[in-house]
C-alpha cells in the first residue's frame, strides 16, 4: 500500500494552484488517501486517455459495493447471502455529449479501452444533442470521507447475527393463532474513490445496515401482518444494539394479535396523526421526488414521470402551511444518503426546499445547475455501483421539527376526532406526483383527545398539495425520527440509491380516509 | 468481450474444482452470466446518458449438510474464484442449518432455444444505437412534440452447474426501446414500445410515431368523475393486471392460509372462461431460456384455463414436503388471445373508460388482492362504442380477481408491452373502481 499526497495528484492532473477544500473536522478516524499503485495507474489511465482524446471533463471512479444479507424464517435460517461488485467507471464529455464506460477489471490497460469506449459513444451521440451540456463549476476537493465507526457490521460473525434473528422470529411467534415470521438483516459497504480532469480526488467508505422484521397471524380464514417500524441506517454495529431492534419484537408481535381483533375503519375524512416511521415515506414520494430538477424538466419522463413542481413556480408555489419547512441535507448524521462529495465531486450540503411553506428549491447536479440559473451543484450525483452513469439522486429530504417540542402525547390530547397511523405500508403516488394513497401498520382511533380502540385496514389518499397545506401541527425535536428507502428506484437502465428521511410526529387536518377491504370507501 | 460458451462451462469447471479440492463433501451450485449491456437514454428531444457495460456475475452456493451460504462476484479471473469459493465455505461452515435446503440438481436434459439470441442485436455498436435513437427522436422533432426515450441492448450468455453433474449454458439477446411523447401544452401524453428478443419486427420510428398519435389524442383532457366503470385496457395495462395475478399464485402461501388462493383453489374456476394464461419458453412470442435459476428445464406450464386454476408457482421444497411436484420458475407468459378484433372491444360500451397503461401499482389487501395504482399516457372517454374525448388520469383501487372474472372480451391482437416474455390482448372488464381522479398528465 503507499499513499498518494495531494501534492503528487495535483501535479499528475496540472492543476497544482486549483483551491483545495481542507478536510473536514471530525473525521480523525477516516483512513486518508491510501491507495494501491495500481489504483493511481489506473486514474491516470482515465484521465490521460481522456485528455488526449480532447474531452473537455472525465472522471474516473473506483468502486467496491460489498453486501451480506442473512435471514431466517420462523425457527431456521433462510439464507446467508454475501456479494461484492468491484470495478471502474469512466465517464467523458466530447463534443457536449456524455459518454460512458465500465469495467470489471481494474487495471491501467483495461481502463485506457474504457476510456476510448466512452469517448466512442459520446463522439456517436453528440450529434444527437441540441446544445452541448454544460458543467456548473466546482471547487477541486482532495479529500477522505467514511461513517463514523466503532464496531464494523462486517466484521460481526453471521452465525452471531443469525442467532439474533432467530431470538427475534421466536418472540414473534408467541401466539396463540398460527404465526409465520420472518427477520433478516442487510449490511452493505460503499467504498470509492473519485477522480476528476478538474482536480478532485475524493475517498469515501459508507457503511449502511438495514434491519427488519415482520410477522403473519392466520386465523379463521382471516390474516393480518405486522413489520417492524424501524429503518435503516448508516451506522456501525453499536447503532444496532442501541436501538430497539430485538425489544420491539414483543410489542410487535402483541400489535399483531391487536390488529387481527380490531375493527375496520370508517371511510370518511378524519385528522391523521402520523408517526416518523408513517411520514417519512409521504415525504419522499410527495416532497423528495417532485424536486428533482431533472424530473421537473422532463428527463423522466419515459420511467417515473415528471413533477408539478416545475420551475416557474420556484418562490411562488405555496406548497405547504406556513409551519412547514423542508430541507434537503447530505450531512444528516446517519443518513442513508450522506457523504462527504457527491459522485460529481461537488462537496454534499444542506438546503431548502420548502421553507415556511414556499416552494424554494431543486436538487441539481453539475449538468443541471444551469438550467435554472444556478451557479452551482446542490451536490445530488449518484451512480449506485463503478457499470452505472451518475445522474441526479434525491438527498435526505426531512421536515423541520416544529418550535415547541411537542410529542405525539400531546397531538393526540389536541385532537378531537382523528387516527394515529404508526409504521409503513403500501405506498403508490401518480406520475407528476399529485395523487397519492398510503396505508401503514398500526392505526388508532382517536377522540376527544385520547386513543379509544385499535383499527384495520386503514389507508389515506390525498393530493400532494391539498396534503402539506393541511399540516397544521408539528412535533419537536425530542421525537424526530429518520425512516429510510435502503433502495429507491429512478432511472433508466433503474439504479437504486439508499435514502433517509427525518421527521417528528405531524398532524394533517381532514384527510381522506379509506377502508382498503370493503372497497366501499376506496 | 464477452466469455465464450465454451470460456464460459470452463470457468464453472473451475469453481467446481476448486470447491471440491477445498470441500469434497460440499455439495456446490454455479451461475455464471457474462454479458454485454449497453443504452441510451433521451428526454427533450435530445440524448441525455449513454453506457456500455462488459462483465461477468459470478454465484456461488455451497451446501455443506444443512448448512448453507452463498456469494457472488464480478470478478472472474482465477484467484478472485477460488477466494470466493473460499469465502464461501466458510460462511456456509458459520451458517446455522437450514430444513428447507434441497439438493443441487444434477444433470438435466435441456433442449436449446434458438429464439432466445438473435446475432444482429449481438452485433449493435455504439453507431447502431445511436442510428436507432436517430430514427426514434425524428417523430417528435417533426411533430413538435417533447420526447423522452430509453434504449437497451443486452447480449451475453447464461451458464448453471452443480456438484453433481449440472452444466448448461445458452446465449440470449434482447432489445427494448420506449418512447413518451408530451405535447408543448402539458396536457397530452402518450407511449410506444417494443420488447423482444430479436430484431425482427423492430422499427424505432414507429414506436415513437405510436407515442406521438396518443399523446395528440390525449391532449386537453375532459374532467371525468371518479367510479365505478367498464374499461377497456390495452395490452400494456392488461399485462400489469395479469403479472400482479400470477405473482399472487403461490401454493405455499396459499396453504398456509394466508392468500387469495386459500379460499379459491386450484381446480376452481373463480375467473371468466375467456381467461387462459400459460407459460412456454419456445413460443415464439414469448422465447424463455430454456431453464431456470436453479437449472431445471422448463416446460409449457398452465396456470389458468378456460378460467380454471390449473397450478400456483410451488418451490422444490414446498413440492417435496407436501408430496407434489414443482411448479414454475418461468419468467414470462402468454394470456391467450380472445376473438375480438381490438377496434371493436369498444361495442356495445354505453359509458366506459379505455386505459392506455397503468402505472406505480402496489398490494393494497392480500385476502382480496386488491391493487392500487394510476392511468397514465392516454385515458378516453367511450360513449355508445366510440372513444369521444381524452379524459383526465385516476387512482384505481382494484381486486385483480374481481377484474379477470369480469372480463368479457379480449382482442384478438396480442402484444409484448411490459417485456420480451409475455404477450397479452387487450382486455375488456367491468365495475372496475377508478377511485380518484389524479391531475397528473
Redesign the interface.
Known amino acids: 500500500m503507499s499513499s498518494l499526497s495531494r501534492r503528487d495528484f495535483l501535479a499528475s492532473t496540472g492543476l497544482a494552484t486549483a483551491s483545495i477544500i481542507a478536510s473536514r473536522s471530525g473525521l480523525a478516524e477516516a483512513r486518508g488517501l491510501v491507495l494501491e499503485p495500481v489504483l493511481l495507474a489506473v486514474i491516470d489511465a482515465a484521465l490521460s486517455t481522456a485528455r488526449a482524446s480532447k474531452a473537455t471533463y472525465a472522471d474516473v471512479r473506483i468502486h467496491r459495493r460489498r453486501e451480506e444479507n442473512v435471514s431466517v424464517?420462523d425457527d431456521?435460517?433462510?439464507?446467508?447471502?454475501?456479494?461484492?461488485?468491484?470495478?471502474v467507471g469512466v465517464r467523458v464529455l466530447k463534443d457536449g455529449?456524455?459518454?460512458?464506460?465500465?469495467?470489471?477489471r481494474v487495471d491501467a490497460n483495461e481502463v485506457k479501452q474504457v476510456t476510448l469506449?466512452a469517448v466512442?459513444?459520446?463522439v456517436?451521440?453528440a450529434?444527437?444533442?441540441?446544445?452541448p451540456i454544460e458543467l456548473a463549476p466546482a471547487a477541486a476537493s482532495v479529500d477522505v470521507w467514511q461513517t463514523p465507526m466503532q464496531k464494523d457490521p462486517f466484521k460481526i460473525?453471521?452465525?452471531d447475527k443469525?442467532?439474533l434473528l432467530?431470538g427475534i422470529s421466536n418472540t414473534l411467534r408467541k401466539q396463540k393463532v398460527?404465526a409465520?415470521a420472518e427477520a433478516s438483516l442487510s449490511t452493505r459497504l460503499e467504498w470509492k474513490v473519485f477522480a476528476s480532469t478538474d482536480g478532485t480526488l475524493v475517498e469515501q467508505a459508507i457503511t449502511r445496515i438495514g434491519p427488519a422484521y415482520s410477522v403473519?397471524l392466520?386465523n379463521d380464514?382471516?390474516?393480518v401482518s405486522r413489520g417492524w417500524d424501524g429503518q435503516g441506517r448508516q451506522a456501525d454495529w453499536e447503532w444496532l444494539a442501541e436501538s430497539r431492534f430485538v425489544e420491539d419484537a414483543e410489542q410487535v408481535a402483541e400489535d399483531a394479535r391487536v390488529k387481527l381483533a380490531a375493527p375496520p375503519v370508517e371511510p370518511g375524512r378524519r385528522d391523521l396523526i402520523l408517526s416518523p416511521e408513517n411520514l417519512w415515506l409521504t415525504i419522499h414520494e410527495s416532497v423528495g421526488h417532485p424536486t428533482e430538477l431533472d424530473r421537473a424538466?422532463?428527463?423522466?419522463?419515459?420511467?417515473a414521470?415528471?413533477s408539478?413542481a416545475t420551475p416557474d413556480k420556484l418562490k411562488t408555489l405555496q406548497y405547504a402551511s406556513p409551519i412547514v419547512t423542508l430541507y434537503a441535507d447530505k450531512t444528516t448524521p446517519g443518513g442513508l444518503a450522506t457523504c462527504g462529495y457527491d459522485d460529481d465531486g461537488v462537496r454534499t450540503g444542506r438546503w431548502n426546499l420548502v421553507e415556511k411553506g414556499k416552494f424554494v428549491g431543486y436538487q441539481t447536479t453539475r449538468d443541471q445547475a444551469a438550467w435554472i440559473g444556478e451557479k452551482e451543484s446542490r451536490g445530488c450525483s449518484y451512480a449506485q455501483d463503478h457499470?452505472?452513469?451518475p445522474?441526479q439522486r434525491m438527498p435526505n429530504v426531512s421536515l423541520q421539527p416544529g418550535d415547541k417540542d411537542l410529542g405525539v402525547n400531546d397531538l393526540i390530547a389536541a385532537t378531537d376526532d382523528g387516527i394515529y397511523v404508526q409504521g409503513d405500508g403500501?405506498?403508490?403516488?401518480?406520475?407528476?406526483?399529485?395523487?397519492f394513497?398510503f396505508?401503514g401498520q398500526m392505526f388508532f382511533e382517536v377522540k376527544k383527545g385520547k386513543i379509544t380502540r385499535a383499527l384495520r385496514?386503514v389507508?389515506y389518499?390525498s393530493?400532494t398539495l391539498e396534503f402539506w397545506n393541511a399540516c397544521d401541527l408539528i412535533g419537536g425535536p425530542k421525537e424526530f425520527r429518520l425512516g429510510a428507502a435502503f433502495d429507491d428506484g429512478k432511472?433508466?437502465?433503474m439504479q437504486s440509491n439508499p435514502v433517509s428521511h427525518g421527521c417528528p410526529p405531524t398532524r394533517f387536518k381532514k384527510i381522506?380516509v379509506?377502508n382498503?377491504?370493503t372497497?366501499k370507501g376506496? | 468481450m464477452p466469455l465464450s460458451e465454451k470460456q464460459l462451462g470452463q470457468a464453472m469447471q473451475k469453481v467446481l474444482a476448486a470447491a471440491k479440492k477445498l470441500e469434497p463433501k460440499a455439495e456446490v451450485f454455479v451461475g455464471l452470466e457474462s454479458a454485454k449491456?449497453a443504452?441510451?437514454?433521451?428526454?427533450?428531444?435530445?440524448?441525455?446518458?449513454?453506457?456500455?457495460?462488459?462483465?461477468?456475475g459470478l454465484t456461488v452456493s455451497v451446501r455443506l449438510g444443512l448448512k448453507?451460504?452463498?456469494?457472488?462476484?464480478?470478478?472472474?479471473d482465477d484467484a478472485s474464484m477460488a477466494a470466493l469459493v473460499e469465502?464461501?465455505v466458510r460462511?456456509?461452515k458459520?451458517?446455522?442449518?437450514?430444513?428447507?435446503l434441497m439438493p443441487v440438481l444434477g444433470p438435466q436434459v435441456v433442449k436449446r432455444n434458438e429464439l432466445a439470441f438473435d446475432a444482429k442485436v449481438d452485433a449493435l455498436d455504439?453507431?447502431g444505437?445511436?442510428a436507432i435513437?436517430?430514427d426514434a427522436?425524428a417523430p417528435g422533432r417533426e411533430r413538435a412534440l417533447?420526447t423522452?426515450?430509453?434504449l437497451?441492448q443486452w447480449s451475453g450468455l447464461v451458464g448453471k452447474a452443480s456438484s453433481a453433474g449440472l452444466l448448461q449454458t445458452h446465449p440470449a439477446t434482447g432489445l427494448q426501446l420506449?418512447?413518451?411523447a408530451?405535447t408543448p401544452s402539458g396536457t397530452g401524453?402518450g407511449?410506444g414500445q417494443f420488447y423482444g428478443r430479436r430484431l425482427t419486427g423492430f422499427d424505432a420510428g414507429q414506436v415513437a410515431k405510436n407515442a406521438c398519435e396518443t399523446a395528440k389524442r390525449s391532449e386537453n383532457p375532459r374532467k371525468l368523475d371518479a367510479g365505478r366503470y367498464t374499461v377497456v385496457l390495452e395490452p400494456a395495462a392488461t399485462a400489469l393486471l395479469a403479472e400482479s395475478l400470477l405473482s399472487a399464485m403461490d401454493q405455499r402461501s396459499a396453504d398456509?392460509?394466508?392468500s387469495f388462493f386459500?379460499?379459491v383453489k386450484v381446480g376452481e374456476a373463480p375467473f371468466s372462461p375467456l381467461v387462459s394464461i400459460r407459460s412456454d419458453p419456445r413460443n415464439a412470442r414469448t422465447p424463455m431460456l430454456p431453464f431456470d435459476g436453479e437449472g431445471r428445464p422448463l416446460e409449457v406450464q398452465p396456470w389458468i384455463t378456460a378460467g380454471k386454476i390449473e397450478a400456483l408457482a410451488m418451490s422444490r421444497f414446498w413440492a417435496q414436503k407436501t408430496k407434489r411436484a414443482p411448479v414454475g420458475g418461468h419468467g414470462g407468459f402468454e394470456l391467450a388471445a380472445g376473438s375480438t378484433p381490438r377496434a371493436k372491444l369498444l361495442e356495445g360500451i354505453k359509458r366506459g373508460v379505455l386505459i392506455s397503461r397503468f402505472?406505480?401499482?402496489?398490494?393494497?389487501?392480500?385476502?382480496?388482492l386488491?391493487l392500487?395504482?394510476?392511468t397514465?399516457d392516454g385515458t378516453f372517454l367511450v360513449e355508445d362504442g366510440q372513444v369521444v374525448a381524452p379524459v383526465n388520469?385516476f387512482?384505481f383501487?382494484q381486486?385483480v380477481a374481481d377484474a379477470f372474472t369480469k372480463c368479457d372480451a379480449l382482442s384478438t391482437e396480442l402484444e409484448a408491452a411490459n417485456d420480451a416474455e409475455t404477450v397479452t390482448p387487450a382486455m375488456r372488464t367491468h365495475e372496475f373502481?377508478l377511485?380518484?381522479?389524479?391531475?397528473?398528465?
Open positions: 424464517r431456521h435460517a433462510a439464507g446467508t447471502a454475501d456479494s461484492e461488485r468491484y470495478g455529449a456524455w459518454g460512458f464506460a465500465s469495467t470489471s469506449r466512442a459513444i459520446a456517436a451521440n450529434p444527437l444533442r441540441q446544445k460473525p453471521v452465525a443469525l442467532e432467530l398460527t409465520f403473519t392466520v380464514g382471516d390474516f424538466l422532463g428527463d423522466e419522463a419515459n420511467f414521470g415528471t408539478f457499470s452505472s452513469v445522474f403500501s405506498w403508490s403516488i401518480d406520475h407528476q406526483r399529485y395523487n394513497q396505508t385496514d389507508g389518499q393530493n432511472g433508466e437502465p381522506s379509506i382498503t377491504r372497497k376506496a | 449491456r443504452h441510451v437514454r433521451y428526454s427533450r428531444n435530445e440524448v441525455t446518458t449513454t453506457g456500455e457495460i462488459d462483465e461477468a448453507a451460504a452463498t456469494s457472488s462476484s464480478n470478478q472472474t469465502r464461501t460462511l456456509a458459520l451458517a446455522p442449518e437450514d430444513p428447507e455504439a453507431k444505437r445511436a435513437v436517430k427522436i417533447g423522452a426515450g430509453f437497451f420506449s418512447v413518451t408530451r401524453s407511449r398456509e392460509g394466508r386459500s379460499k402505472w406505480y401499482t402496489n398490494w393494497v389487501d392480500g385476502q382480496t386488491l392500487t395504482g394510476l397514465r388520469n387512482r383501487n381486486s373502481l377511485a380518484s381522479v389524479s391531475e397528473a398528465v
